[in-house]
């Protein structure tokens, strides 16, 4: 076991054990690293392994147990995990993973997220390289997404996360600073303007931060999904008449059903025209950008006003790595900076520094989300991942592809990205809808492949999102195979 080293509090008797080191490095070396090969092993093998599988009741049933008091063995803990987690995760890192919009994470974001445990380091501010690193992430977006020297940034859970901020941002920009302590005026009518496709944190967004999902006006899409421009310019007029105050335009590079990438340049010159706020929610796409295939689909978004996009998706980090990219930093500070007596600086030290994150966004207490995502960029390099992405949307084309070549299936939207969604229609239609959602179910519990179930006109569709840089044409055609497979089965038809 490893026990704790002796400390030295004052008072009478022996001094009492309140280190959390171990006694015994040696020992604690080895398991560490038998618990690295263990994980190391684990990707290794992925293929070979279910995508998922439900964890039995006894598993369940060991986190169902008592507050520990006294102390576990190491050895023993890990044992646990290796035998009753790591077999029964959400399956994300597999290469038949296609299910929702999540990254397969690397074995070199792995080793840096072990790193940044072991330094333990708050970025929330002060004097130290942990810092220095954030920091070069922000240069390299801004080099990504062609945004000015002006521009700022901040790592984040996730893009729910940095969308929630955007709309802060915005509504500072339109009301003044006076926002943060006055709060929204009364009568305020204050509206915005997104895709009926937006993701749902988007709304929530707008509940969160008290203007009110209803004030978030959800404009209908186009043939290709993306938010109808005209329809859009009819709403802010109607709006304007009606003594409402647009303040923000929501575009989306990547929309989370079908990947449709809103016409950006357009959207720029509506903001322009408007005077609003315009931002974008990248989270499944802008990344995108990285590949030279795919780059000129993101035409117009090095213009918008702030981005949210993920890391741990398309980027590969492991979770969690969400980013808000702001075409100027004064907004970030307009809207968060304050003064605090616990958190005075200096001109030197390490309470030095003349970037601190908690003057830009909403967390104080910051994990070091920087280093596995430099560890990331700097160990595979943007082109390999751009290559990546661009490989997952030609396994989506040919997904499509033969879905089309397939009388028993039906595409049910155009390709834009990496995600496809079809049904399983049988020879004449005559397949009630609702066996898609039972297929899907059906192919988690086989483990091979993993979809999604999503829904188009109030119909049950399958939808493959290829994310992982580990799929291959064997898993697509592994999930073509097994909704053919499983929608003959008579037994899927609803009694």
């Known amino acids: 076991m490893l026990s ?11 001094p009492q054990r309140t280190s959390l080191d171990p006694d015994d ?9 038998q618990m690295l090969d263990d994980m190391l092993d684990h990707l290794e093998t992925l293929s070979e392994k279910p995508v998922w599988q439900p964890a039995p009741s006894p598993a369940r049933a060991l986190f169902d147990a008592p507050l520990p008091v006294e102390p576990t063995d190491l050895a023993d803990a890990h044992a646990i995990f290796r035998d009753n987690i790591l077999p029964y995760g959400s399956g994300n890192i597999h290469p038949g993973f296609m299910g929702w919009v999540q990254g397969g994470g690397t074995a070199a974001g792995m080793l840096a997220e072990m790193l940044a445990g072991g330094l333990n380091a708050n970025l929330g501010g002060r004097d130290h390289m942990p810092i220095e690193v954030e920091r070069q992430i922000i240069r390299w977006t801004r080099q ?21 901020v955007a709309v802060l941002l915005a509504l500072s920009r339109k009301l003044g600073a006076d926002v943060r302590a006055k709060g929204l005026p009364n009568g305020s009518r204050l509206v915005a303007y997104t895709s009926s496709e937006v993701h749902g944190c988007v709304p929530r967004a707008f509940e969160m931060s008290g203007i009110g999902s209803e004030q978030l006006r959800r404009i209908q899409v186009n043939a290709a999904g993306q938010i109808d421009i005209a329809a859009l310019e009819r709403a802010i007029l109607r709006d304007k008449n009606e003594g409402h105050t647009p303040f923000l335009v929501i575009g989306t590079a990547g929309t989370v059903n079908t990947g449709a ?22 989270a499944l796409g802008a990344l995108g950008i990285l590949s030279d295939d795919l780059a000129h689909l993101f035409t117009g978004i090095q213009s918008c006003d702030s981005l949210a996009f993920d890391f741990h998706k398309w980027g590969q980090v492991p979770y969690d790595a969400g980013f808000l990219l702001v075409r100027d930093s004064a907004w970030q500070r307009q809207r968060f900076a304050s003064d605090a007596a616990y958190l005075s600086r200096a001109a030197s030290g390490l309470a030095g520094g003349d970037w601190w994150p908690c003057d830009y966004g909403p967390d104080l207490s910051r994990g070091f989300r920087a280093l596995k995502t430099w560890f990331t960029l700097k160990t595979y390099g943007v082109k390999a991942l751009g290559d990546s992405m661009a490989a997952n949307c030609a396994l ?4 499509a592809g033969r879905i089309e070549q397939e009388p028993a299936l ?3 939207a155009p390709v834009a990205l990496n995600i496809v969604c079809f049904a399983y229609v049988g020879a004449g239609d005559d397949v009630p809808p609702q066996v898609n959602a039972r297929i899907i179910e059906h192919l988690h519990a086989e483990g091979r492949v993993a979809p999604s179930l999503t829904h188009f006109n109030g119909q049950p569709a399958i939808r ?22 499983l929608g003959s089965r008579q037994d899927l038809l609803p009694c």
């Open 261 to 282: 990438i809103d016409d950006l340049s357009a959207l720029r010159g509506i903001a322009d025209a408007n005077d609003l706020h315009f931002h974008v929610d990248g």
């Open 25 to 33: 490095w040696q020992t604690l070396r080895k398991q560490g690293h």
């Open 144 to 164: 990504i997404f062609s945004f000015p020297e002006t521009a700022g940034g901040l790592f984040l859970t996730g893009a729910s996360q940095a969308n929630f």
């Open 410 to 412: 039906r595409l049910l």
């Open 464 to 485: 493959a999102a290829i994310v992982n840089h580990r799929t291959r044409q064997a898993d697509i055609d592994a999930l073509i195979d097994g909704v053919l497979k």
């Open 396 to 399: 989506a084309r040919g997904l």
């Open 4 to 14: 704790l080293q002796d400390g030295g509090l004052p008072g009478d008797g022996p």
